[in-house]
């Protein structure tokens, strides 16, 4: 097992274990503290469980290497994982929004109580732990998956606000704002699963690295010894890496074998510089 999977394995498996504690928590609060705002939180917090679910399995699957029908491996897994990943968000965004309105259509009398109170504390502070140890972790190993993971994370913390907010108003005497805090959830979950399900159709379609990369790519190449010039930098975001396809001008009066020496020695410079490169293509043009 890769440092990769073993992270990616070991933070899943975490947050699953939080979430599953965390949502029972927050239905109970939510029922017996008398907030539809917390029970719609608890909702969104046990989709964070199936959600992470999809995550592990994408990190299990991607992990593979390359054979015979996947010559080029199985990274683009992963961001079949944030894609199913975004559309669970939805789902369970819209689902929070309906009881909402449902809710409002039909006030109820009953104010929340300072268990369901206790309960969004609670639950933003878990949750803003996760966001921030779930993402220390996708950084680490490049996964966008587990990115999407800890945005999740992210979004119920700031649900939780909302139904913070919602709690202190009908306890205040405002019963609406209760049924108010369940759509503002809806509206945020919803945003998330948008940016989410937009970045993995980015990853499907083999969109090019950012601007900036590939500036630092040039420039990295163009600095190795015996490479004249730059043709031509293509690159390619597959899953959680990155191909690139690059043209490099060396002398015409070098022999084959040194032209070919040059070009391997940058393909390992690269591969070396910048980690998230699973493969440098290179092409050898001729220059005066």
Known sequence: MSREERIGLRVSWMTIILNL???FFKFIAGFFGHS???ISDSIHSASDVFSTLIVLIGLKLSAKGADQEHPYGHERIESLSSLFLAILLFASGC??????IQSFLSPHTIFPTFLALAAALVSIISKEAMFWYSRSAALKIHSNALMADAWHHRS?????IGSMIGILGSMAGFTWCDSLASFVICIIILKVSLDILKDAIKELLDTSCSREMEF??????LSIKN????DSLKTRIFGNRVYIEVEIGVLGSYSL??????AHLVHDQVEEEFPIIKHCMVHVNPTK
């Not at 689902?95 to 909402?100: A, N, Q």
């Not at 119920?156 to 939780?160: E, G, L, N």
């Not at 630092?216 to 190449?221: A, D, L, S, T």
């Not at 490479?227 to 730059?230: N, W």
């Open 21 to 23: 504690i965390l949502s």
């Open 227 to 230: 490479v004249q010039s730059l």
């Open 156 to 160: 119920d913390a700031m649900s939780s």
């Open 216 to 221: 630092q790519i040039r420039m990295f190449i």
């Open 257 to 262: 074998e040194q032209a070919h020496c040059i």
């Open 95 to 100: 689902f929070i929004g309906y009881k909402g």
């Open 36 to 38: 539809m705002a917390m």
